[in-house]
T-cell receptor, first 113, second 114 residues
Framework: NAGVTQTPKFQVLKTGQSMTLQCAQDMNHEYMSWYRQDPGMGLRLIHYSVGAGITDQGEVPNGYNVSRSTTEDFPLRLLSAAPSQTSVYFC????????????FGNGTRLTVT | AQSVAQPEDQVNVAEGNPLTVKCTYSVSGNPYLFWYVQYPNRGLQFLLKYITGDNLVKGSYGFEAEFNKSQTSFHLKKPSALVSDSALYFCAVRDLSGNTPLVFGKGTRLSVIA
């Protein structure tokens, strides 16, 4: 199994540009989420989804949109990129049971200039 | 609100010595607790979890963690450190009393010196 696949691995944007970070999982996981990782800040939750058609905000949702039209895919959209969104972004998924561990992708390193 | 603290940014240990990475948590109900490890340029990998039952939990790569409810701690341990254990370690907690997502600590960088 491929697990959780994130594309692209690296991206450079100019301030004001928009883009979509892709995330796909092949484990039939109900729950999917997006985190950003910044030095000294750990991982902060941006958005999450408990199933197709259902999304909710995490700790730092401003400037980001998500949708969940299928079980497999959970794209993250940056509407108008800002330098503060320079970060490493991780997508993670898990089974529906609350005690299940998260499975992470390898991340997308985004730089906004 | 739930929270987790990792009081040490960096832990250094000699190869072959025991290691401990500390984690304390705060929840209003009962916790689910997790440890994850991150190697350079990779996503986080699951190490172990505490859900209920035995306070000593064993996980991958010889790691274990002890749940201490009175001290609200979940320290990660290994009897004999390897150089290959050098990585970034994250503790995470979820409060069972509400429908809340997993919250991560800020991470502890473990450096094992040969």
């Amino acid at each position: 199994n491929a697990g959780v696949t994130q594309t692209p691995k690296f991206q450079v944007l100019k301030t004001g540009q928009s883009m979509t970070l892709q995330c796909a999982q092949d484990m039939n996981h109900e729950y999917m989420s997006w985190y950003r990782q910044d030095p000294g800040m750990g991982l902060r939750l941006i958005h999450y989804s408990v199933g197709a058609g259902i999304t909710d905000q995490g700790e730092v949702p401003n400037g980001y949109n998500v949708s969940r039209s299928t079980t497999e895919d959970f794209p993250l959209r940056l509407l108008s990129a800002a330098p503060s969104q320079t970060s490493v972004y991780f997508c993670a998924s898990r089974e529906g049971r609350d005690s299940s561990p998260l499975h992470f992708g390898n991340g997308t390193r985004l730089t906004v200039t | 609100a739930q929270s987790v603290a990792q009081p040490e940014d960096q832990v250094n240990v000699a190869e072959g010595n025991p290691l401990t990475v500390k984690c304390t948590y705060s929840v209003s109900g009962n916790p689910y607790l997790f440890w994850y490890v991150q190697y350079p340029n990779r996503g986080l990998q699951f190490l172990l979890k505490y859900i209920t039952g035995d306070n000593l939990v064993k996980g991958s790569y010889g790691f274990e963690a002890e749940f201490n409810k009175s001290q609200t701690s979940f320290h990660l341990k290994k009897p004999s450190a390897l150089v290959s254990d050098s990585a970034l370690y994250f503790c995470a907690v979820r409060d069972l009393s509400g429908n809340t997502p997993l919250v991560f600590g800020k991470g502890t960088r473990l450096s094992v010196i040969a």
